[in-house]
């Protein structure tokens, strides 16, 4: 079961909620610098962390699961989020240069037809970046936050999930190595910093990239039945039927040891 559209704006809206979205902001800011005249898609709930992108992107947009309930973003301008089947994401073919994908596999029936999807509507060597809660992390092993819920990845797990969708990975990285306690979400910058260093197995979450690469079928050939042409004797000389009548003993048992016309052999 997903987690509703509110719980999600609430976790966001807390102390707790803010340092994921600063540390999570930044890694794909390192992945992929400003998006400058990209078209950039969320799917799941990425609205927290995909509005940075907006001032240079060509096109920012956010699909949230319908199981899941979709919020009017951003708040006071126009709308750019939808609701959406997790199975059919309502964009044409290729149209996305980068995807963000996060609060989305987790929780889902079918992550490998969701991940499809992404594929579908991502551009020929277009990037996509997953977030998961990494299963050695803390934040999977509390309900308290919203990354405690659902199926939590390993390194492993991830790479073949995204390889099973056709989506080839090309890179990873750890975020938010502070406890999910609210209390301690004031020294977020510290745990990131000393966590990437001292303890790194044990980060809340996982991000991996993976680019749709596109390669050219070459048509298999097909085989081609021949027909099996049966010899034809050649017509024999005129009166050589005569000629056989005076052959000696030895010849006919010669000629009568071969097969017959029509028998394997002939």
């Given at each position: 079961m997903?987690?509703?559209v509110?719980?999600?704006r609430?976790?966001?809206?807390?102390?707790?909620?803010?340092?994921a979205?600063?540390?999570v902001?930044?890694k794909?800011?390192?992945?992929w610098?400003?998006?400058r005249?990209?078209d950039?898609l969320a799917?799941g709930?990425?609205?927290?962390?995909?509005?940075?992108?907006?001032?240079?992107?060509?096109?920012?947009a956010a699909?949230?699961p319908a199981?899941?309930?979709?919020?009017?973003?951003?708040?006071?301008?126009?709308?750019?989020?939808?609701l959406t089947?997790?199975d059919?994401?309502?964009?044409?073919?290729a149209?996305f240069?980068?995807?963000?994908v996060?609060?989305a596999?987790?929780?889902s029936?079918?992550p490998v037809?969701?991940?499809?999807?992404?594929?579908?509507?991502?551009?020929p060597?277009g990037?996509?970046i997953v977030?998961?809660?990494s299963?050695?992390?803390m934040w999977a092993n509390?309900?308290?936050?919203?990354?405690g819920?659902g199926r939590?990845?390993s390194r492993?797990?991830l790479?073949?999930?995204?390889?099973?969708?056709?989506?080839?990975?090309s890179?990873?990285t750890?975020a938010l190595?502070v406890?999910?306690?609210?209390w301690?979400?004031r020294w977020?910058?510290g745990f990131?910093?000393?966590?990437s260093r001292?303890?790194?197995?044990?980060?809340?979450l996982l991000?991996?990239?993976?680019?749709?690469?596109?390669?050219?079928?070459k048509?298999?050939?097909a085989?081609a039945?021949a027909k099996a042409v049966r010899p034809?004797?050649?017509p024999?000389?005129?009166?050589?039927?005569?000629?056989?009548?005076?052959?000696g003993?030895a010849?006919?048992k010669?000629?009568?040891s071969?097969?017959?016309?029509g028998?394997p052999?002939?």
């Open positions: 997903r987690r509703d509110l719980e999600l609430r976790f966001y809206a807390s102390d707790l909620g803010g340092a979205r600063t540390m902001q930044r794909l800011v390192e992945a610098g400003d998006a005249g990209l950039v799917v709930y990425g609205t927290p962390f995909v509005g940075t992108f907006r001032p240079a992107a060509r096109r920012v699909a949230m199981q899941q309930g979709v919020e009017v973003w951003p708040a006071g301008g126009r709308n750019l989020a939808t089947p997790e059919a994401l309502p964009f044409a073919n149209l240069d980068r995807i963000l996060v609060h596999i987790e929780e029936a079918d037809a969701l991940l499809r999807e992404v594929w579908r509507v991502l551009a060597s990037r996509v977030t998961v809660a299963r050695n992390g509390t309900e308290k936050t919203p990354f819920h939590p990845y492993a797990q790479a073949e999930l995204l390889r099973e969708a056709e989506l080839e990975p890179g990873w750890r190595y406890p999910p306690v609210g301690m979400a977020a910058e990131e910093q000393a966590g001292l303890w790194p197995g044990f980060a809340g991000l991996m990239e993976a680019v749709k690469q596109t390669f050219a079928v048509p298999k050939g085989r039945k034809v004797l050649a024999s000389p005129a009166g050589a039927g005569v000629a056989g009548r005076g052959l003993e010849a006919v010669a000629l009568g071969g097969p017959e016309i028998e052999g002939a």
